[in-house]
């Protein structure tokens, strides 16, 4: 399958751009400036200026605060159409694991296509109404997250080669409301004779399962649509009859947004195409950032498909539909079977009947901590969070009084494979949290250990851990987190820009080092001999990092000046780390700041300076 169509936009990533004669009256404004103000804010500028939100893509900045435009198009004094719509670039938060990771949040009532993108090319587009709601019924919020996985080793089909990276994309474990589209780059030169696809990694049974796929050849990337999240990988195979073949699908007659659901199927090559779990793909009504007609590209064989969309926001659906997919489609020979589904009658309530139901969503906030494992059988495991106060939540305890909440329990009673537990703080007070994990109960199994993941989002930055929990122990600590004074949103935490460096000074406010200089006394030091260092790195600190500083005196080498170096720092933020170092030596020093893990020794050097301490 060649998923190269040179002629033929890709079915996701085609923007539609309005043309000046949309505009109902005729008459030309001028674009508000845009450029700093909240989304929230710039969608009622550009209401009261008579124009429209339109595409809204989400990207990590270091310098614009979360929520905020970081650029516009049209920009700001350009003349256009009443009703034209202008494309904003929406700040995600700081850059985060040298561009291969990104955090956005997207909520039920959100009215655009957000993307959530890294810098290496990865992305999530989410549509309207792909965000399900909270189990009371309420908009819910979700941190959409892409980590470059290092962890997972895919099983890869005989026949397939593996085209690029591995991309962790997040939650894991829900299951939205429609389906949200990944992309992941390919690496390498694309050929027009080896078929690509997208894979799933199924964490219950370890499985790669492909998806239909598409090729953008501008960005050198594919794309494929799913309900869930997993470990995703990209692959390729020659081009044979057995190859995939193609459905032309199109919604350009339809004023609703409709999904076609592979309801029932029998395959022309089972064995080929072992890896296929059924398919479903989502066309728009012609919103920006999201196409109304594509090519849809699946397994050969027999389908009946069943088209579902909200009538006067109930979901109905169609009766199933034939469809007969029967040549392999390639760039020789680009056969597609047509599907119009604008005009499809949705006289059934409800959705098509092979589409999953939704998981409500949790809590998130400026830190969500939240517990995943899978099993096919009913098992328990908990979550315990141990706030820098002392005070734990766990499920007996819910609820902290800094506002901490345990808001989904997995139990034997109430088991659902793959649903995490979550706890989430909207506002967190700095300091370290604990994480535990306890093998509560292998409920009417025999299990006796379990692997699972732990997936942080601490202000804006995405971590994800695994391990496995052990029967027969208590809650044990897992991993320690900090969350710092104003994260890297502000707060007391710089914008930037950052570069590897360590600064000494001798007093500290807050946010910054005062009064630094090459030259101290110890008499007019904090305690008779306290500093501090400004660590400052050009790339994103892992959250359990602290600051070491070390002082070679020309003597006895390298002296290591820190005053508890299994604690946290003073001050940690995504790119900065002030510590406090005691001296009790004069003289000329040369100084050197590294980052450390906590309770490890990989050292990273992040630069140095000269300084002298006297009497």
């Known amino acids: 399958m060649k998923k190269v169509i040179w002629h033929v936009l890709s079915f996701i990533m085609l923007t539609f751009v309005l043309s000046a004669c949309d505009g109902g009256s005729g008459e030309n404004v001028d674009v508000p400036a845009l450029i700093g103000k909240s989304q ?14 339109g595409n809204v893509t989400q990207q990590n900045s270091n310098t614009v605060a979360i929520g905020n435009v970081i650029s516009q198009d049209p920009s700001a004094g350009a003349s256009v159409a009443t009703g034209s719509a202008v494309n ?3 700040s995600s938060g700081p850059t985060a694991s040298a561009s291969t990771s990104a955090t956005g949040n997207v909520s039920s009532n959100t009215s655009d296509v957000i993307t959530v993108a890294t810098g290496s090319g990865a992305k999530i587009l989410i549509p309207v109404g792909a965000v399900p709601k909270t189990v009371s019924g309420e908009n819910g919020t979700i941190a959409f997250s892409i980590e470059k996985d290092t962890t997972t080793t895919p099983q890869i089909p005989a026949g397939v080669s593996k085209n690029g990276d591995t991309y962790l994309f997040g939650p894991s474990g829900t299951v939205f409301a429609k389906p949200v589209a990944v992309t992941i780059p390919l690496s390498g030169t694309y050929s027009p004779d080896r078929e690509y696809k ?3 990694v199924n964490q219950t049974t370890g499985v790669s399962e492909s998806y239909p796929t598409v090729y953008d050849p501008v960005n050198n990337s594919l794309t494929a649509q799913t309900y869930e999240f997993s470990p995703w990988w ?3 195979s020659p081009t044979v009859n ?7 699908v199109d919604n350009r007659s339809s004023s609703i947004w409709r999904t076609v659901v592979t309801q029932q ?8 195409d072992a890896g296929f779990d059924g398919a479903s793909a989502t066309w728009s009504n012609g919103a920006i950032g999201w196409t109304n007609h594509s090519d849809w590209y699946l397994p050969q064989g027999t389908y009946q498909m069943c088209v579902e969309g909200e009538v006067n926001g109930v979901a109905h659906h169609s009766e199933l539909i034939p469809v007969a997919i029967n040549n392999a489609w390639n760039y020789s020979n680009p056969v597609c079977t047509n599907l119009g589904i604008g005009s499809v009658a949705l006289p059934l309530t409800g959705r098509c009947s092979s589409s999953p139901a939704p998981t409500a969503s949790v809590g998130t906030g400026d830190l969500q901590i939240s517990l995943t494992w899978h099993s096919s059988a009913a098992l328990d495991l908990d979550l315990y969070v141990v706030e820098p106060s002392g005070e734990e939540i766990y499920y007996s305890h819910k609820v902290s009084s800094s506002g901490g909440t345990l808001d989904r329990d997995n139990r034997c009673s109430n088991y659902v494979n793959g649903q995490s537990e979550n706890i989430f703080w909207s506002n967190p007070a700095s300091g370290t949290y604990a994480i535990k ?3 509560y109960s292998s409920c009417s199994g025999s299990a006796t250990s379990m692997p699972f993941e732990v997936r942080v989002v601490n202000k804006g930055v995405t971590t994800t851990y695994s391990g496995t929990a052990t029967q027969g122990s208590g809650p044990s600590t897992f991993k320690n987190i900090i969350v710092g004074s104003g994260g890297g949103t502000g707060g007391n935490c710089p914008t930037g820009p950052f570069t590897n460096k360590v600064t000494i000074g001798t007093g500290f406010n807050g946010t910054d080092i005062t009064g630094t200089s090459t030259s101290f006394s110890l008499s007019g030091l904090a305690n008779g001999g306290d500093l501090y260092a400004r660590i400052e790195s050009a790339s994103t600190f892992e959250p359990e990092r602290f600051a070491r500083l070390y002082i070679n005196d020309g003597i006895y080498g390298q002296k290591d000046f820190c005053t508890n170096c299994n604690t946290p720092p003073v001050l940690n933020c995504p790119n900065l780390m002030i510590g406090k170092f005691r001296i009790t030596d004069t003289g000329s020093f040369s100084t050197k700041g590294y980052s450390v893990p906590m309770g490890g020794y990989t050292e990273s050097y992040l630069g140095g300076s000269n300084i002298y301490i006297g009497q």
């Open 40 to 53: 929230t804010q710039a969608v009622a500028d550009l209401a009261a200026a008579g124009l429209v939100s």
């Open 88 to 90: 904003l670039v929406i």
């Open 198 to 200: 997208l894979y799933r």
């Open 234 to 236: 990209a692959g390729s």
């Open 242 to 248: 057995t190859a995939n073949g193609c459905v032309n």
């Open 265 to 272: 199927y029998t395959l022309k090559y089972p064995t080929v």
């Open 437 to 439: 994990i306890h093998f």
